[in-house]
C-alpha cells in the first residue's frame, strides 16, 4: 500500500458517512482489471462498474466515464460523444495530479481529490438497469456498492455536474 493510500480512503468512507450514504464494502485481492474485481464479488447484486480517467490529446481536457463493465467501448465514437479530439487514457501522472490515484484504482471517489472540479463526468446510461452499483474507494483492494440513486446524490454534493450518455 501507498504512503497515504489510507487517508485516502478514509477521505471516502467519511464523505459517504457525512452524506448519509449506506454502502456495503467488500475486502479482496489487489484487482486490477474489471475480470479480476469480477470475480471477488461475483456474489453481489448490482452494476460491475468500469471507471475510467480519460483525455484530449493535449492532455488539456479531462473526463472521467462510468460505464457497466461488460461494454465495450468504441474509442473513435466515444471521441464524438464526448466533443474530445484524440480522447486517450489519461497518464499515470495526469491521474495522480488530478485524482491523486493510481492506475487500477481509478473511481467515482477519486472526485474527492480534485481540487479544480476541472473533471468531466460521463455515466452510461445503461447502469440505470440496476439499483446498485461498485466501485474501489481509491483503492484496488476493496470495493464498494452503493445505490445509483446515491452515486448521483454524491455527484451533486459534491458540485459536479454529469452527463449521461448512451454507450
Not at 467519511?14 to 464479488?41: G, S
Amino acid at each position: 500500500m501507498r504512503a497515504g493510500d489510507k487517508m485516502i480512503e478514509q477521505k471516502v468512507y467519511n464523505t459517504l458517512d457525512k452524506m448519509n450514504i449506506e454502502y456495503e464494502l467488500i475486502t479482496h485481492a489487489a484487482v486490477f482489471t474489471v475480470e479480476e474485481a469480477d470475480e471477488c464479488i461475483k456474489d453481489q447484486k448490482g452494476v460491475r462498474t468500469k471507471t475510467l480517467f480519460l483525455c484530449n490529446k493535449k492532455s488539456e481536457k479531462f473526463a472521467l466515464l462510468i460505464v457497466d463493465g461488460k461494454n465495450r467501448l468504441n474509442i473513435k465514437e466515444l471521441a464524438i460523444k464526448l466533443n474530445m479530439k484524440g480522447l486517450k487514457f489519461a497518464s499515470a501522472d495526469n491521474l495522480k495530479k488530478k485524482l491523486n490515484l493510481t492506475p487500477g484504482s481509478v473511481s467515482l471517489f477519486g472526485l474527492l481529490n480534485n481540487q479544480e472540479k476541472d473533471v468531466l463526468v460521463y455515466i452510461d446510461k445503461s447502469i440505470e438497469l440496476e439499483k446498485s452499483i461498485s466501485f474501489h474507494p481509491n483503492i484496488n483492494t476493496k470495493t464498494i456498492f452503493i445505490r445509483i440513486s446515491d452515486m448521483y446524490r454524491f455527484l451533486e454534493e459534491l458540485g459536479y455536474e454529469y452527463e449521461k450518455i448512451e454507450i
